[in-house]
């Protein structure tokens, strides 16, 4: 005679296979809000920073080894979409908590740390302005349009990304919120860069 399974140990079973998993954290409404607005903020100051460029300004060099403000857009087009396709590959793997206290920066921290014109950084070679785009005009269009799709993503998402982690050269692991965060300072950054472009006095007026 087969016998049978009482309902409730198979309820209990599955109730105590669940709690040994990590439970999904969403962003609290704060958290999605600041990144939003960082998000947004970024995108505008780059934007006012490139309005109405001529190519002679746009090419203008303040040093030989200095980036001009193309480079400075390709560089930012480029970024955006590699910064957030390695947080979504991140994000599509599971969750570890487990790596939590490895992170030692705050988010104040990546915003400010990246954004710090004062402390140098080379980039990777995939990253360095090499006349990718046929135009600023379309490396900025490309910056926009990945841009506009992290921001909607940003609204809206339920990935637990305070419980996955990417490791940065220069702030090691950090999760993936403040990979957006970093994200976004890297735009800053950049974007200051630009304006210091601008504010050489041989910029051409």
Not at 32 to 46: H, I, M, N, P, S
Not at 83 to 112: C, H, M, N, R, Y
Request: net charge neutral; hydrophobic share 40%; charged share 25%.
């Amino acid at each position: 005679m087969m016998r049978q399974t009482s309902p409730f140990s198979i309820a209990g079973l599955a109730f105590l296979l669940l709690s040994f998993l990590p439970a999904q954290v969403e962003l609290t409404p704060e958290e999605r809000e600041k990144a939003v607005q960082e998000l947004t903020g970024t995108r505008d100051y780059f934007r006012n920073a490139v309005a109405g460029l001529r190519d002679e300004q746009l090419d203008f060099k303040a040093g030989g080894d200095k980036w001009s403000i193309r480079q400075c857009m390709e560089h930012i087009a480029l970024s955006e979409k590699m910064l957030f396709g390695w947080v979504s590959s991140v994000l599509a793997q599971p969750a570890e908590p487990a790596k939590k206290d490895s992170v030692k920066v705050t988010d104040e921290i990546v915003l400010k740390g990246v954004t710090d014109r004062s402390r140098k950084f080379q980039a990777p070679e995939m990253l360095q302005p090499a006349g990718k785009f046929p135009s600023a005009g379309a490396a900025a269009d490309a910056f926009y349009s990945d841009r506009d799709k992290l921001i909607a993503f940003m609204k809206t998402t339920e990935m637990d990304m305070r419980n996955h982690f990417i490791q940065h050269p220069a702030l090691g692991w950090i999760d993936t919120y403040q990979g957006i965060l970093l994200l976004s300072a890297h735009t800053r950054r950049h974007t200051l860069q630009i304006e210091e472009v601008k504010a050489d006095p041989r910029f051409p007026k």
